[in-house]
């Protein structure tokens, strides 16, 4: 084999091979352009969570707790005031039955005033010592209050009340014919009453 076949041999083996690549070039080219580019995703990495070791703690606000709404207290209901008497009050000084003595005590009562109605004591001391009037005239408080008496008590009430109307009915008709309460009426007459009726006065009233 001469020379010159040598060289043509070898030049279209480089043709050849030269052919081959762009050919395989243009191809990767084609291929590379029709298939979808895909977009690199991030990988990441997946750490295992922290486990508490002891009792979970909550940290404590840092806002302030409003506190408690306050509730006005509610004022009790007040019963009105009494009504002021004195207006009409007579002063002491000037009431002509007001005595200024040591009030009795009840001891005494049932010793003197009671002494015609032994069964009165206990009604005498639960009904009429609360008040200095009513106590001091203890058989007029047990005739205003003879629905509260006891049988023997009341009996023993009427049985004076008779005496005393008997005692007493020749002068209640002269100085005190239209008066309901004989016993004081008379009181203030006493120097003018009969002696049997002033005797009655006297041993029923404090002297």
Known sequence: M??????LLIIGTVFISVSSALIAVRLTQNNTAQAPQQIPQPQIQSQPLP????????APSKQPIPPPPKVEAVAPTQAPPLADLSAYTVPKEFDPHYDAR????????????LKDT???GDEY??????????????LACLRSKKDQLSRACFNQVKTVQDA??????TDI?????????????LKEKVAELTPDCRKNIKESSRQ
């Open 2 to 7: 001469n020379t010159r076949n040598v060289l």
């Open 164 to 169: 005393f109307r008997k005692a007493c009915s």
């Open 51 to 58: 486990v508490a070791s002891g009792p979970i703690q909550i």
């Open 118 to 120: 032994p069964d009165c």
């Open 125 to 138: 001391e639960q009904l009429c010592t609360q008040n200095r009037f009513l106590a001091e005239h203890p």
């Open 102 to 113: 040591k009030p009795l005590r009840p001891e005494e009562v049932k010793r003197t005033l």
């Open 173 to 185: 008709a002269k100085f005190c014919p239209k008066q309901s309460h004989f016993f004081g009426c």
